[in-house]
């Protein structure tokens, strides 16, 4: 399965964009690029996915550099409530369809 | 759409004793679910694939005696632990997929599972 690098933890402030960064360098042509979040005892939420395009939902947006090696999650005005574990998964389009997850990236808002 | 529930959310047990865990795809049907197990300050880690109809999957380092999958109906699916012992003890989660190529997973609130 091919991996993703995420930073361990970042903060920003309430009301500011938040753009979290993947790194996926060894991504094949069939993976997706999913996005979940996970509050705390709660199961994982999903945000958003994509495969080469950028993508734009209530939820967030999603930017996906040319070569695809990488991607970034965008939260246009962070609430306290986006406060999570941001975990960016690279999943087959075919084939097995389990989500491998790595170490996440665990978001602060500040007030 | 596409809600997952768990039963239940929570259960302390004795050890020595098998708890059943049930997964429920509410408002969809779903040809594969999931089993995820959590410990504390750790990421996700997949136990097994279950598919309909067929012998779940289990993944590489996870017994699967011990861990009795289940997924009789479209809608349903159950993790048994047998025999459980306090490093049981962690949140177990499942999602489901729809029959749509490409969807994405969908998971449930988690259960709480504490081995006394």
């Known amino acids: 399965d091919a991996k993703t690098t995420q930073p361990n933890s970042m903060e920003s402030n309430e009301e500011e964009p938040v753009h979290l960064p993947c790194n996926h360098s060894?991504?094949?042509?069939?993976?997706?690029i999913h996005w979940y979040r996970q509050l705390p005892s709660q199961g994982p939420e999903y945000v958003i996915h994509?495969?080469?395009s950028n993508v734009n939902n209530r939820m967030a947006s999603l930017a996906i550099a040319e070569d695809r090696k990488s991607s970034t999650l965008i939260l246009h005005r962070a609430t306290l409530r986006d406060a999570a574990v941001y975990y960016c998964?690279?999943?087959?389009?075919?084939?097995?369809?389990?989500?491998?997850f790595g170490q996440g990236t665990r978001l602060t808002i500040n007030p | 759409g596409a809600v997952v529930s768990q039963h239940p959310s929570w259960v302390i047990c004795k050890s020595g004793t098998s708890v059943k865990i049930e997964c429920r795809s509410l408002?969809?049907?779903?040809?594969?679910m999931f089993w995820y197990r959590q410990f504390p300050k750790q990421s996700l880690m997949l136990m097994a694939t279950?598919?309909?109809?067929?012998?779940?999957?289990?993944e590489q380092g996870v017994e699967k005696d011990k861990f009795l999958i289940n997924h009789a109906s479209l809608t349903l699916s159950t993790l048994t632990v047998t025999s459980a012992h306090p490093e049981d003890s962690s949140f177990y989660i499942c999602?489901?997929?729809?029959?749509?190529?490409?969807?994405?997973?969908?998971f449930g609130p988690g259960t709480r599972l504490t081995v006394l």
């Open positions: 999602s489901a997929m729809r029959r749509r190529a490409g969807d994405t997973q969908y």
């Open positions: 060894t991504i094949s042509g069939t993976d997706y």
């Open positions: 994509g495969l080469t």
């Open positions: 998964i690279l999943r087959r389009i075919q084939g097995a369809q389990k989500l491998v």
């Open positions: 408002d969809f049907q779903a040809t594969t």
């Open positions: 279950s598919n309909e109809g067929s012998k779940a999957t289990y």
